[in-house]
């Protein structure tokens, strides 16, 4: 099945790549995939195996999860030698090292027999949003990470650990573990290749789909990972309709700032490279925004849902209802 890709944003030159577009054409219905159930439920199947069960709030402030411990990384390992020829090859250009990686990882993920690219548009960009790249949260994953767990999404009264940006779908190594060591070394050197992650609107957060010990080797040495983010796109008249108002709003501000400036405000051009690096900014997040996550109902709805979490988590029993 024939796959286009596109950088972002789309049909313009001599600007800063946000990203890769995907046009894939199939299949209907992927292997690894959500499923819905009455009841805010949700399973990720990965073929037949279940990879982790979830249950949204009735408040809508969270989601509860497991996580089965049964999911294999759509990709093949990556060989050291390329992730030095890559880092090579752009020692100084992040923008190409990040199109060479998301190229690759697009084209491991069309070819993959459990991977969740169906048919649609989709996205490969480079780092998160800003409202899920906090800090706090990267520091703390080392220590938190359970297989049975919850997720907040506002954090008004819930525990602190439990707000997160990426969750992995399996147990992160250990930092003295023999592949985390080497991916370590890599770290130290700078030829580290990105983790990808997978946007799952379902549970408001990002999941790791390859890179688990790349993660965990970047953890261990104090930093983070340079990330790619794939997620359904949205339309493109979808960024246009919102991108004129924004453009609009600018250029208004521009021509007081403009006035400001010959009047003698010394003040006047810093602010006019804020608004402009704040248009900017906009204009990124609207070329990158994601579309809702597909899902596919169920065999079987609420009941088979109760099912497979007896038989994963036996006695796992999430409030929901707070």
């Known amino acids: 099945m024939p796959m286009q890709q596109t950088p972002l944003p789309r049909s313009a030159t001599g600007v800063r790549w946000d990203g890769l577009a995907l046009?894939?054409?199939?299949?209907?219905?992927?292997s690894l995939r959500v499923d819905v159930a009455d009841g805010r439920r949700l399973?990720?199947?990965?073929?037949?195996?279940?990879?982790?069960?979830?249950?949204?709030?009735?408040?809508?402030?969270?989601?509860?999860?497991?996580r089965t411990g049964r999911y294999d990384s759509p990709l093949p390992p990556l060989r050291a030698d390329a992730a030095r020829a890559r880092r090579e090859t752009h020692p100084d250009d992040t923008d190409a090292w990040f199109a060479g990686w998301a190229q690759h990882f697009a084209s491991e993920l069309h070819t993959s027999l459990n991977g969740p690219l169906h048919g649609g548009d989709w996205q490969l960009t480079p780092g998160l949003p800003r409202r899920w790249d906090v800090a706090a949260?990267?520091?703390r994953?080392?220590?938190?990470?359970?297989?049975?767990g919850h997720i907040t999404w506002f954090g008004y009264g819930d525990p602190v650990e439990d707000a997160r940006d990426i969750l992995p779908l399996r147990p992160l190594s250990a930092p003295d573990a023999a592949r985390v060591k080497a991916y370590r070394r890599q770290y130290r050197e700078g030829v580290l290749p990105p983790v990808?992650?997978?946007?799952?609107?379902?549970?408001?957060?990002?999941?790791?789909?390859?890179?688990?010990?790349?993660?965990?080797?970047?953890?261990?040495?104090?930093?983070?990972?340079?990330?790619?983010?794939?997620?359904?796109?949205l339309p493109d008249q979808w960024a246009t309709r919102y991108a004129q108002p924004l453009i609009s709003e600018y250029e208004h501000r521009a021509a007081q700032l403009?006035?400001?400036?010959?009047?003698?405000?010394?003040?006047?051009a810093l602010r006019s490279r804020a608004a402009s690096g704040r248009l900017g900014q906009q204009l990124h997040e609207l070329v990158t925004a994601r579309a809702a996550t597909w899902s596919w109902?169920?065999?079987?709805?609420?009941?088979?849902?109760?099912?497979?979490?007896?038989?994963h988590a036996p006695g796992w029993r999430p409030d929901t209802e707070n």
């Open 137 to 139: 949260n990267w520091a």
């Open 141 to 148: 994953l080392p220590q938190h990470d359970p297989p049975i």
């Open 23 to 30: 046009a894939v054409d199939g299949p209907d219905r992927p």
């Open 297 to 311: 109902p169920l065999p079987g709805g609420a009941t088979a849902w109760d099912e497979l979490a007896r038989r």
């Open 258 to 268: 403009a006035d400001e400036h010959a009047a003698g405000d010394p003040l006047a």
């Open 196 to 233: 990808l992650l997978w946007w799952v609107g379902g549970l408001d957060t990002f999941l790791v789909l390859d890179g688990h010990d790349r993660l965990a080797a970047a953890l261990a040495e104090n930093g983070r990972p340079a990330v790619l983010a794939l997620a359904r796109e």
């Open 43 to 66: 399973v990720l199947f990965q073929g037949e195996q279940v990879v982790l069960l979830a249950r949204q709030r009735a408040t809508l402030r969270g989601v509860h999860y497991v």
